[in-house]
């Protein structure tokens, strides 16, 4: 006897019992009349067994006609996938599929995935309809979680000023923490959105808010070399010596050779011994990044040469460590101490010949750099065989060569 002669819902009821979606897909496919009445119950078999995994599919893939199906196959609201389906919706900006899934009983609040919630996944792509209906339905314009935290700060990442906008019209928390960024402000200032941080600052951002690794907007915007943001910002009334995050201050936060906000902050006050931060100085910081052209302008403003602070325990010793020549020479010029004891190496000598740097180890023995100081990781520069290829013969060598150079020996 055929199996195709069997009535249908026999045919149904061998369908029911089968223990997979692939088994009943498979004998769904032994004629096109089969498949389609067992297409439906595909859909419940997925939901009873997958949580309705199916719907995010069809979400993802932006098949209407699939979540619909998924949607009358869930009449229990049993599937578990429905808040991941409406945040890929609303970062999908697909206005049908959100709508379907709101009226079958979506949370448009649900807390999910890497935005938080839908609004924010909207608001970080810049679906303004999206935006705008998610509110209608009564999505909380000031919900916490995500990466970003809130939908304003995702907003304003994007660069999605309309978003922003709309946003702070429906009662969005200009000043809300949270986040990677910590705030609105930061998030655009690190991401260099002049206009985004103007419409911020008009609505009363706060430009001085604390917060994230980098302390403040202004450290952000300094750290990514967005001068007309840095400027914005002191204008705005930003502290422009204002102390916190890894950085210290705006200042060494500057890093990368940016010249331009370095001048900036200068001008307008910034401390250039201001302490703090991981490296303790700006001049510290250029120093050790290589930037001589920095270097040269925080001295010019009078930077301390020999300030304390940083891995290496002053300029000197970092841009020695670093392998900075051109750097080291101009910091003794300007009377850095050759033989100021700090720091990870102990001296700036034990740091170059550490790092095997010859011709800074040939500098600092030009300036009287003691060999024997009994300080830092090797106890000395000649306590032991050293990196890269710099030696303790070598370094014999080298001072008594200086040696007879200037008439000691």
């Given at each position: 006897?055929?199996?195709?002669?069997?009535?249908?819902?026999?045919l149904?009821?061998?369908?029911?019992?089968?223990?997979?979606?692939?088994?009943?897909?498979?004998?769904?496919?032994?004629?096109?009349?089969?498949?389609?009445?067992?297409?439906s119950?595909?859909?419940?078999?997925?939901?009873?067994?997958?949580?309705?995994?199916?719907l995010?599919?069809?979400?993802?893939?932006?098949?209407?006609?699939a979540?619909?199906?998924?949607?009358?196959?869930?009449?229990?609201?049993?599937?578990?996938?429905?808040?991941?389906?409406l945040?890929?919706?609303?970062?999908?900006?697909?206005r049908?599929i959100?709508?379907?899934?709101?009226?079958?009983?979506?949370?448009?609040?649900a807390?999910?995935?890497?935005?938080?919630?839908?609004?924010?996944?909207?608001?970080?792509r810049?679906?303004?309809?999206?935006?705008s209906?998610?509110?209608?339905?009564?999505?909380?314009?000031?919900?916490?979680?995500?990466y970003?935290?809130?939908?304003l700060q995702?907003a304003?990442w994007?660069?999605h000023?309309?978003t922003?906008?709309?946003?702070?019209?429906?009662?969005?928390?200009i000043?809300?923490?949270?986040?990677?960024y910590s705030?609105a402000?930061?998030?655009?200032?690190?991401a260099?959105?002049?206009a985004?941080a103007?419409?911020?600052?008009?609505?009363?951002a706060d430009a001085?808010?604390r917060?994230?690794?980098?302390?403040n907007a202004?450290?952000?915007a300094?750290?990514?070399?967005?001068?007309?943001?840095?400027e914005?910002?002191?204008?705005?009334?930003?502290?422009?010596?204002?102390q916190?995050?890894v950085?210290?201050?705006?200042?060494?936060?500057?890093?990368?050779?940016?010249?331009?906000?370095v001048?900036?902050?200068?001008?307008?006050?910034?401390?250039?011994n201001?302490?703090?931060?991981i490296?303790g100085?700006a001049?510290?910081?250029?120093?050790?990044?290589g930037?001589?052209?920095?270097?040269?302008?925080?001295?010019?403003?009078?930077?301390?040469?020999?300030?304390r602070?940083?891995?290496?325990?002053?300029?000197?010793k970092?841009?020695?460590?670093?392998?900075?020549?051109?750097?080291a020479?101009?910091?003794l010029?300007?009377?850095?101490?050759?033989?100021?004891?700090?720091?990870?190496y102990?001296?700036a000598?034990?740091?170059?010949?550490?790092?095997?740097h010859k011709?800074?180890?040939?500098?600092?023995?030009?300036?009287r750099a003691?060999?024997?100081?009994?300080?830092?990781?090797?106890?000395?520069?000649?306590?032991?065989?050293?990196?890269?290829?710099?030696?303790a013969?070598?370094l014999?060598?080298?001072?008594?060569?200086?040696?007879r150079a200037?008439?000691?020996?």
């Open positions: 006897m055929s199996l195709l002669s069997l009535p249908y819902e026999l149904l009821l061998i369908a029911e019992d089968l223990e997979s979606e692939r088994n009943i897909s498979a004998f769904g496919k032994v004629n096109r009349r089969l498949y389609h009445q067992l297409n119950l595909l859909y419940r078999y997925n939901v009873q067994h997958s949580g309705g995994s199916a995010l599919r069809a979400t993802q893939h932006r098949q209407e006609t979540v619909r199906k998924a949607l009358r196959a869930d009449v229990n609201a049993q599937g578990v996938y429905r808040p991941q389906a945040s890929r919706a609303s970062y999908d900006g697909d049908v959100v709508s379907l899934l709101l009226e079958n009983g979506a949370d448009v609040n807390r999910v995935g890497v935005f938080g919630n839908a609004l924010q996944a909207a608001a970080w810049g679906r303004e309809t999206t935006v209906f998610l509110l209608e339905k009564g999505a909380n314009v000031n919900a916490q979680g995500g970003f935290g809130n939908a995702a304003s994007g660069c000023k309309g922003v906008e709309l946003l702070l019209h429906s009662g969005a928390d000043n809300a923490a949270g986040g990677e705030s402000l930061q998030a655009a200032s690190c260099g959105h002049v985004i103007e419409v911020l600052l008009e609505n009363g001085n808010a917060g994230s690794d980098y302390g202004l450290s952000r300094s750290a990514g070399g967005h001068r007309a943001i840095v914005l910002l002191l204008d705005g009334g930003a502290d422009v010596d204002a916190g995050g950085f210290g201050n705006a200042l060494p936060a500057a890093w990368g050779g940016q010249r331009a906000v001048e900036l902050l200068l001008k307008r006050g910034a401390d250039v201001a302490p703090g931060g490296y100085s001049l510290y910081r250029a120093s050790e990044g930037y001589k052209a920095v270097v040269e302008l925080l001295l010019d403003d009078g930077a301390d040469v020999n300030a602070g940083g891995l290496h325990g002053d300029a000197l970092a841009a020695s460590a670093r392998g900075h020549e051109a750097i020479k101009l910091l010029e300007k009377h850095a101490d050759v033989n100021a004891r700090g720091g990870v102990g001296s000598l034990e740091a170059a010949s550490a790092e095997g011709a800074i180890v040939e500098l600092l023995l030009e300036k003691h060999m024997n100081a009994q300080v830092g990781l090797h106890g000395g520069a000649l306590q032991k065989p050293l990196s890269g290829n710099v030696t013969h070598h014999r060598r080298i001072a008594m060569a200086i040696s200037v008439g000691i020996l």
